[in-house]
């Protein structure tokens, strides 16, 4: 499956396994380990400021993150 067709939160997951990085420590860079949890629990949509820290921390491209997906 071209990465084109994951969603974000599926890529940001991907990515941070390929990082080693665990979501506490993506919240400590974000600041707020309950918006993380949501974005990744599909709760919360993924935010101007969290597309940004995604770039930079995981090199996700942001045409990746800015895509359309589902919550749950």
Same mark, same amino acid.
């Given at each position: 499956? !071209? $990465?084109?067709?994951?969603?974000? *939160?599926? $890529?940001? =997951?991907? /990515?941070?396994? #390929? ?9 400590? #860079? ?5 918006? $993380?949890?949501? *974005? &990744?629990?599909?709760?919360? !949509? +993924?935010? +101007?400021?969290?597309? /940004? +820290?995604?770039?930079? *921390? +995981? /090199? $996700? &491209? =942001?045409?990746?993150? =800015? ?6």
């Amino acid at each position: 499956m !071209p $990465i084109s067709d994951i969603d974000p *939160v599926e $890529i940001i =997951t991907i /990515r941070m396994e #390929e990082f080693g990085y665990k979501p506490a420590d993506i919240a400590r #860079e974000y600041g707020d380990k309950g918006t $993380i949890s949501k *974005v &990744l629990n599909y709760k919360q !949509p +993924l935010s +101007l400021k969290m597309i /940004r +820290l995604f770039n930079r *921390v +995981l /090199r $996700i &491209l =942001t045409d990746l993150l =800015t895509k359309g997906y589902n919550l749950s």
